[in-house]
């Protein structure tokens, strides 16, 4: 199995070193790994992301121990976007000066409101004007030529406030344009250690793909060195069940088929 969702201390919300969570992978019998970490630029959220004077520190320390574990365990170096429409092309600009793997995008902000942090959490609860910003965002960044997985698609799950049904309505037709924009969808398994307790996206949705023949990436989200591949077996199961046989890796941002 291969685990696309790895951070580092460089985003200052994880721990450990990057040796650290190779060596976890390799424990846990992860044949390949990518280092995916925030790239955010706007005001709210850019103490939660590597700042773009670091992306060489990144790439460069990653590829290096890229070189150092072949043969031991495949590397792979990326980045996990915020989208931010205004600020997008400064952030594609930025990352286009790197040879990466692959490129991750997630929306994480409504109108600089963070929908995945607790304290946000316990002061906005969602209503129907929220989830229509939400989906809206994902249309638009679904427009993005330069991204090749979208990451945890139905987050805003999170903290258990289950989104109305006309919401997966809706997403039902951006499953539609993700399967034409040919884009890749990540399974990330971090939901079950936030408090909805569920994968992302959700079992019937994934179902939903494997129709559509979207590829689809793991990834653990983790944090810290032992929550790569956290939770994999039964990502792998739920995979099964939807009637995927392979999972899609990347090497400077082409996609190819690793069997489960």
Known sequence: ????????????????????????????????????????????????????????LYYYSARRLQAAC??????KVGLEIDFIPELWDLAQTKAEQFDFDVIGASVHFIKNQNLVSPKTANKHKPDNSFYESYLDLLDAMLDCSFIDVICHIDVVKKFSAIPPGWFYERLQALIDKIAEKKKTLE??????????????????????????????????????????????????????????TSVTGFDRKTPYPIPI
């Open 187 to 244: 399974i990330n398994t971090s939901g079950l250690r936030h408090p909805v307790e569920e994968i992302y996206p959700r079992p019937d949705l994934l179902k939903q793909c494997r129709k559509k023949n979207i590829r689809v990436c793991p990834g653990s989200d983790a944090h810290l060195p032992e929550q790569v591949g956290r939770d994999f077996a039964h990502a792998e199961t739920i995979l099964k069940q939807a009637g995927y």
């Open 1 to 56: 199995m291969i685990d696309y969702h790895v951070h580092t201390m460089l985003c200052n919300h994880a721990r450990g070193t990057m040796e650290q969570y190779i060596d976890h992978a390799v424990g846990s019998g992860l044949e390949e790994i990518c280092f995916l970490e925030h790239l955010t630029l706007n005001e709210s959220g850019r103490h939660l992301s590597l700042t773009p004077d670091e992306l060489p």
């Open 70 to 75: 072949r043969g031991k365990i495949n590397i």
